[in-house]
């Protein structure tokens, strides 16, 4: 099997994996990886952080980012650019009033009432959303490439953003197909753990 069917595979066993959560379930889980996103040395030392308004099954995002609003920090959020199949960043503070349904049904700025984010170095701390990761901090996203494109970038300074993602049990994987263009993340949070990654940079 080459790596992108690997890949595939995957991503169809992991989402339907998620999908059976119930919803019950799913809430509890959601409350504990917020409590330990909220607990991160690396979170708590940060005043700008980058977030994503999940979709789907997923970890329900938008309880941390709403924490991190609360907290008083400066948060951004991305928007797809469809032109050039990148994210752009933009500084959200109210989350009622400039976010509206964007590409996949996702909450994103409305770019006519947020300020820019030009500067990823201007970020300390990054949530990652992603399907599946492994321990040594291998991600497996939706396929679009997005963050590995935004996080590659070689302007990105090495020790900035902290790379977090936050995901149910069940989506760790001993071992995950990946590219030389794919990037690692550094800690992975789930709903009974925090694992610190060794080796990413």
Known sequence: MN????????????????????????????????ERLLQLPEYKQAETVLGYMNFGSEYASELWVTQVLANGKQLALPKVNRHT??????WVDDLESQLASGLWGIREPIIERCKRLTDINEVEFVLLPGIAFSPEGARLGYGGG?????????????????RVAAAYGLQLERHIPQEATDVKVEWIVTETETITVTGTL
């Open 3 to 34: 790596l992108l069917a690997e890949k595939k595979q995957m991503r169809q066993s992991i989402l339907g994996a998620r999908e059976q959560l119930l919803a019950s379930t799913r809430d509890t889980y959601n409350t504990l990886i917020t």
């Open 146 to 162: 997005f963050y590995d494109k935004l996080l590659a970038n070689p302007n990105v300074n090495s020790k900035y953003p902290a």
């Open 85 to 90: 199949s990148t994210l752009d960043l933009y």
